[in-house]
């Protein structure tokens, strides 16, 4: 078990639905010393969590494959659905965000040449250069 990590560490409500038990199963394990506490077993709070190891050792490794298959599908799905919403969002944006700049510069091209925007006319101006002040 590495330190500051809780991949391998599973809840025993998580081991419960994994292999279809009562999780009141793995806490009487644990009163019966069927689990070492601390090593394999450790209560934190009201939860209690067991290892990987621990769990396989007991329970086997069938129902545990077929939880992490599903799990890993799952994630696949959730992973693509999401790309997939990112990429119509962005493009629907950006598209969005195109269009209406476009349309903007061509009014604005339109007044130019129709002659309906009327600017200030500058004739003449000056610097002050007189530094002296």
Do not use: P
């Amino acid at each position: 078990m590495a330190n500051g990590s809780f991949e391998g560490l599973y809840t025993f409500l998580e081991v419960a639905e994994i292999y279809g038990i009562d999780d009141s199963c793995l806490r009487k394990q644990v009163a019966r010393d069927k689990f070492v506490v601390g090593e394999d077993v450790k209560k934190m709070g009201r939860t209690w969590i067991i290892t990987e190891q621990a769990m396989i050792k007991t329970f086997g490794t069938l129902k545990f494959e077929d939880y992490k298959k599903k799990l890993e599908k799952k994630e696949k799905a959730e992973a693509k659905k999401l790309a997939a919403q990112m990429a119509k969002s962005k493009g629907s944006r950006s598209n969005n965000k195109v269009h209406n700049m476009n349309e903007k510069e061509e009014k604005i091209k339109d007044s130019w040449v129709s002659n309906e925007i009327n600017g200030i006319e500058l004739k003449s101006f000056a610097f002050n250069t007189n530094n002296s002040e």
